[in-house]
């Protein structure tokens, strides 16, 4: 009898990402298309959608502003609400929550930490259109699920005389955020299959942990294809390990319950049936997927040769 140690080695992993464009459109200071009504309150470039991306900082709105009467520059508070619920939030097409925070940072420099339905101020006012921006800030502690969260809302500008208000102006405006997809496998090492201390009519198995990570997405699936085997390349077994002038078949399942001992079998183009849950962000700090690999006794029993290998691919794609 032959000793037969089978090692797949290091595996490669394809990761399936979708891709999107982000488009900023930040128009000068000195246009004035898409301003409010009132000529003496008013705001240009803030009424209208505004997409900002996830994994960029600082996440900003720059738009004008300008408050005079009479030629004079007057100066004006102003109040931020959203137009459903009563926190700042932003949500996905499927119900997922994303709170934000949003700061005025006015022409002068100063800068007021906002909250929903509270008027903020004083302000200087300016006879022409002044730079001031609104920046949006994560305070959600939990990873996007999502690649898209929206929320509308309403920005109402006042100006008083004394306790009296005298002219406001309501701008309406959306906030969009956008999430790259991005999928990661780490932690995948080689497999070590030996029939040492395997007895005859005992299948060959080894194991190896791994993790699945990403963000924006909720869900994965996966597909197992190996170079030897018809899944990835001309055998007559969905999985083979390869030997000089002998291949010998095996089975490979996959689990995300690192609790269990067996996992989900794919089927005969690789596909493992199903999808699987997002349970960690980018840095996969935690293993939480595994490989099992089974050679059956009648096939290593028969082997002829010491030594087999096989490359098994993984590919995770994000849904």
């Not at 920046?135 to 008083?160: N, T, W």
């Not at 007559?236 to 690192?258: C, K, M, Q, R």
Request: aromatic share 10%.
């Amino acid at each position: 009898m032959y000793s037969t140690k089978a090692l797949l080695q290091k595996t490669i992993w394809p990761i399936l990402l979708t891709l999107f464009l982000f488009v900023g459109i930040n128009v000068p200071v000195n246009s004035q298309t898409g301003c409010s009504s009132n000529d003496s309150l008013r705001t240009c470039n803030l009424g209208g959608s505004h997409t900002l991306n996830y994994e960029t900082d600082p996440k900003d709105i720059p738009f004008t502003l300008r408050s005079y009467r009479r030629g004079n520059a007057w100066s004006y508070y102003l109040e931020v609400s959203t137009l459903s619920g009563s926190t700042f939030s932003l949500f996905s097409d499927n119900g997922e929550q994303i709170d934000i925070s949003i700061t005025f940072t006015s022409n002068g420099g100063v800068t007021e930490t906002l909250s929903p339905g509270v008027l903020a101020g004083e302000f200087n006012g300016t006879t022409n259109d002044a730079s001031t921006l609104l920046s949006v800030g994560i305070i959600s502690p939990q990873v996007p699920s999502s690649s898209r969260y929206s929320g509308s809302f309403q920005m109402e500008l006042s100006q008083y005389f004394w306790i009296f208000p005298i002219d406001t102006e309501t701008i309406e405006f959306d906030i969009v955020l956008e999430v790259e997809p991005s999928i990661t496998i780490r932690n995948l090492g080689d497999i070590d299959l030996s029939n040492s201390g395997i007895t005859l009519g005992q299948a060959i198995e080894g194991s190896e942990d791994f993790c699945v990570g990403g963000i924006g997405f909720s869900s994965y699936t996966v597909n197992l294809s190996s170079s030897n085997g018809s899944t990835g390349g001309g055998g007559s077994s969905s999985y083979e390990l390869g030997g000089s002038s002998e291949n010998i078949p095996y089975a490979v399942t996959f689990s995300d319950d690192l609790s269990g001992t067996s996992g989900i079998a794919p089927s005969g183009l690789g596909d493992v049936p199903g999808s699987f849950f997002r349970q960690t962000d980018e840095t996969c700090l935690t293993d939480n997927a595994r490989i099992y690999i089974s050679v059956s006794p009648s096939d290593w029993e028969n082997a002829n040769e010491p030594f087999y290998t096989d490359v098994l691919t993984v590919t995770v794609s994000s849904q």
